[in-house]
């Protein structure tokens, strides 16, 4: 009798866990966020790596939430410092690289982590093993403390897909099921 509740209980978290990774945009429908989208997000973030060297990438999200078009917020660690690097995702120019406050102190922490981790697993690597592991192109990824792990959110059509990978030995520890872009 237990065993339903437990499949409950473990729907609702993995629910939760989708809906916290969303890819920021205008709205809760993904349809259309790939449009124009020119650059993946592994290409962003090695653009941003080369417009602010010697820093470790803490996490990157495509978005449309400025109405400027398609673009990815990377933030990157840079002398103890965390700054937000906005690439256009049609052309790859750097649009802007500011301090985010914002990100200060978690910054810090999250570098750390990703230092620190057994196996160097960055946000590249991470997203990388998440796009061999699933179909989809690759909107975000973002580390997770908590679970230790590196969340990276996957669009294909109209399914987004959340698969985490092991901070430490970069293994896919969660793999959700592709759920609609509402």
């Not at 010697?54 to 990157?76: H, V």
């Amino acid at each position: 009798m237990r065993l339903p509740v437990i499949r409950s209980m473990a729907a609702a978290l993995l629910g939760l866990a989708l809906s916290a990774c969303e890819p920021a945009t205008d709205s809760d429908d993904d349809t259309g966020l790939l449009d124009g989208v020119e650059i993946d997000l592994l290409e962003a973030m090695v653009i941003a790596a080369q417009a602010e060297p010697d820093g470790i990438t803490l996490d990157a999200e495509l978005s449309d939430e400025e109405g400027d078009g398609p673009q990815y917020d990377i933030d990157r660690q840079v002398d103890g410092e965390t700054l937000e690097i906005v690439i256009d995702a049609r052309t790859g120019s750097v649009v802007r690289v500011r301090t985010d406050p914002e990100d200060q102190v978690d910054g810090v922490e999250q570098a750390e982590a990703l230092q620190n981790s057994a196996g160097q697993i960055t946000l590249a690597v991470a997203v990388e093993n998440a796009m061999a592991a699933a179909p989809g192109q690759a909107v975000s990824a973002e580390l997770d403390l908590d679970e230790a792990w590196i969340e990276v959110v996957l669009i294909e059509g109209e399914e987004r897909r959340l698969i985490a990978i092991d901070l430490d030995d970069g293994s896919v520890r969660l793999d959700s099921v592709p759920v609609g872009g509402d």
